[in-house]
């Protein structure tokens, strides 16, 4: 395939946590051949014999697992998701995202199985994936821990300037309701009390199973586990 490409593996320098040699990529049920799978702090790599490969940059990896499901795939192997595309597939997508409506934010999306020919060393590739992904935070959600409301800033306070927030225990603040706010907020306590109570009763009759699956106010998921494709599973995303 076209954007296969020839390049040095990673080393010791690039932090390289795992190598496994005899290992076949399949790029969206398409083989690549067998070569050797480098997992590396600073990026996910692959290579075949003659030195032709590809390589993964850990914030486009969404999710990688351990897939035993042999329904799905007939060989154990290391599952990786990425948000991008590869090789033809890349050169269609351009097409078809011209004939889409431009307000269409669907990600494109490739699957990578990488399955070493000793099953046994899929734990190891795991954790290695594991480790090296960590490395790798989503900026997303570093930005989703900053606070925008404004500071209560406190020195000022005890200089005696600013503005002192106003806050309200339980009792306080039902005081400060007028008469037209307490019968809608008694109104909406009864509302949620007849929501509750029908959630675990059946025709008017509380069952002993209602009552099992539903203790302290929270409901208990009682149906049995299925087994899933993957037996491990980390969304990177």
């Known amino acids: 395939m076209s954007f296969l490409k020839s390049f ?15 290992t076949e990529a399949v790029l969206n049920g398409k083989g690549l051949g067998t070569g050797t799978l480098y997992i590396a702090e600073s990026r996910l790599s692959w290579l075949d014999g003659s030195g032709l490969g590809f390589s993964l940059e850990y914030p486009t990896i969404s ?18 998701m990425v948000n991008a595309k590869f090789g033809e597939e890349s050169k269609e997508s351009v097409a078809e995202e011209e004939e889409e409506d431009s307000d269409d934010d669907v990600e494109p999306i490739a699957e990578f199985r990488f399955v070493p020919s000793d099953k046994s060393a899929l734990e190891a590739m795991f954790t290695a994936m594991c480790e090296c992904q960590a490395l790798h935070p989503d900026p997303e959600d570093e930005d989703s821990d900053d606070y925008d409301g404004e ?16 806050f309200y225990t ?42 099992r699956d539903y203790e302290d106010g929270m409901e208990v998921d009682t149906t049995p586990t299925v087994a899933g494709q ?6 990177d995303h």
């Open 170 to 211: 339980y009792e306080e603040g039902l005081s400060h309701l007028t008469a037209e706010g307490q019968a809608t907020l008694e109104r909406l306590e009864g509302m949620l009390s007849q929501s509750v109570s029908s959630q675990y009763n059946m025709a008017g009759v509380r069952t002993e199973d209602s009552v």
């Open 63 to 80: 999710l990688h697992a351990v897939s035993r499901d042999l329904n799905a795939y007939p060989r154990e192997h290391l599952y990786v």
């Open 151 to 166: 500071e209560y800033d406190v020195e000022a306070h005890e200089q005696g300037q600013g503005d002192i927030p106003t």
């Open 230 to 235: 993957f037996e491990d599973a980390d969304v």
């Open 8 to 22: 040095p593996p990673p080393g010791s320098a690039e932090g390289l946590r795992q190598q496994q040699p005899e």
